[in-house]
């Protein structure tokens, strides 16, 4: 087998030592081209690479939900195609690993290692679906190029935290759940549209959805975790069907504290609920449009503000090993 890794010299919880004893395990049992990222994109232009090469079999990422992200959006760059395209495996290397942890794979590197070993040589994998969040037709940003992500997308609150949490990494301060937990209650404080929502969500053969303060999209669940914790926001999102979508039209100090305390109380038969929230199962195609430009990421990297995104669920995008 030609295997392509690809490596994220920042990955968090990875030294260059185990980086090292992870590219030698691999290279004992398969043809392997280990190559470290040097600038963001970087891990898509490869991906993409290897998926018009047509001789790479399985590309490898050694890093976080990040690096994930760039090597599915460089796989599917010409669209997805699950029976031609390389295969994926993940060997985590994040401080969180969201993706990696849903498919079943340890949270260790080494451990992980093992596992996508005994997965090749019993030829196990499976065909996950993914989501395309892209800018909506006659809009603002309708330029806006469309993007894959693999576990989830936020629109408005959850953005907001991660843009906020990126500002302090790039000050130095290491990724922890401590200083996530500190920048959502700094969000909350400074969120200007917590009581009335600025978010509508449109969708085929329904009524309009109005006034949402918080909207989270999910591809799978958990939908992240607290250290070994798993919180579900959308406890029926899987990869086996489309898109879930959690939304939440108030954000007063009472609501919040009532919905923090069932997402950190959460499980796989229960998630949020109550008068303010809304739990929608299985979309296909729909959109979230805003009366002000808000706060917006996808699988933990905030990529600025917009206005209107369109989200599409794609079953069976690509093959990962398991």
């Not at 260059?16 to 232009?45: C, F, N, P, Q």
């Not at 790479?56 to 029976?83: I, K, M, Q, R, Y």
């Not at 990529?303 to 398991?322: P, Y």
Request: proline content about 6%.
């Amino acid at each position: 087998m030609r295997a392509l890794l690809v490596v994220n010299p920042a990955a968090t919880t990875t030294s260059a030592r185990t980086r090292d004893v992870l590219i030698h395990a691999l290279a004992s049992e398969m043809k392997l081209e280990a190559v470290t990222t040097e600038y963001r994109g970087h891990a898509r232009d490869l991906a993409r690479r290897a998926a018009e090469s047509r001789d790479v079999e399985l590309v490898v990422a050694l890093g976080g939900d990040g690096t994930v992200n760039e090597v599915v959006n460089g796989l599917l760059h010409h669209g997805p195609d699950p029976d031609r395209l390389p295969h994926l495996a993940v060997v985590p290397g994040g401080s969180t690993n969201v993706f990696a942890r849903a498919l079943g794979l340890p949270n260790d590197a080494v451990e992980a290692t093992g596992a996508l070993l005994d997965a090749l040589r019993e030829r196990r994998d499976r065909t996950v679906g993914l989501g395309l969040a892209a800018g909506t037709p006659g809009t603002e940003d309708e330029s806006v190029p469309a993007r894959w992500f693999t576990f989830c997308a936020g629109f408005g609150f959850d953005a907001g935290v991660i843009g906020r949490v990126e500002q302090q990494r790039e000050r130095g301060k290491r990724s922890t759940h401590a200083l996530y937990i500190r920048q959502a209650m700094r969000q909350f404080l400074d969120e200007p549209h917590r009581r009335h929502g600025k978010i509508t969500l449109e969708r085929p053969n329904a009524d309009p959805v109005h006034d949402i303060a918080l909207s989270i999209v999910c591809n799978t669940a958990p939908w992240t975790y607290l250290g070994n914790r798993p919180v579900y926001a959308s406890p029926g999102a899987s990869f086996d069907t489309a898109l879930d979508v959690l939304a939440l039209s108030r954000l007063s100090t009472a609501s919040v504290a009532r919905y923090a305390t069932q997402l950190l109380t959460s499980s796989p038969e229960r998630g949020p609920h109550g008068k303010h929230a809304l739990s929608l199962h299985d979309l296909t195609d729909f959109a979230l449009h805003s009366k002000v430009p808000l706060p917006f990421q996808m699988d933990g990297d905030h990529l600025g503000l917009r206005s209107s995104v369109t989200f599409t669920g794609v079953r069976r995008a690509l093959r990962v090993i398991v």
